[in-house]
């Protein structure tokens, strides 16, 4: 499966913005799918994950409340909803995605697909 993140760009502190993820390829179905980021000199981390029913959602905690994950197969397409934006939040945004689609996972080293990353730059 191929994907393609977009979506990122410069906002200001308490901004929103939703990252799209497109898959092509593959049934989209078939696959959990994840978003993870990189801060400069920060090692990847993850971020959300949503199963391949939409069933099962996960968040890292410092963004519960604010990011919401969600996808359309319609579209083969996994979104990042991003609000009340914070400078800590300005990193490379990857999407991924994992062959076992029933179930969520919090590690990288579990998504078989990634996605080439979008900028997101949160300004104070």
């Known amino acids: 499966v191929q994907l393609q993140a977009f979506g990122g760009g410069l906002v200001q502190a308490g901004g929103s913005l939703r990252l799209s993820c497109a898959a092509s390829?593959?049934?989209?179905?078939?696959?959990?799918m994840g978003w993870f980021r990189q801060a400069p000199g920060k090692e990847r981390e993850f971020v959300a994950a949503?199963?391949?029913?939409?069933?099962?959602?996960a968040y890292v905690d410092f963004v519960k409340g604010r990011f919401t994950i969600s996808r359309d197969s319609a579209k083969n397409t996994v979104y990042l909803q991003m609000n009340s934006l914070k400078p800590e939040d300005t990193a490379v945004y990857y999407c991924?995605?994992?062959?076992?689609?029933?179930?969520?996972?919090?590690?990288?080293?579990?998504?078989?697909?990634w996605g080439q990353g979008t900028l997101v730059t949160v300004s104070s």
């Open positions: 991924a995605a994992r062959r076992i689609y029933y179930s969520v996972s919090r590690y990288a080293s579990e998504y078989d697909y």
């Open positions: 390829g593959r049934t989209f179905s078939n696959y959990a």
């Open positions: 949503i199963s391949g029913s939409s069933g099962i959602t």
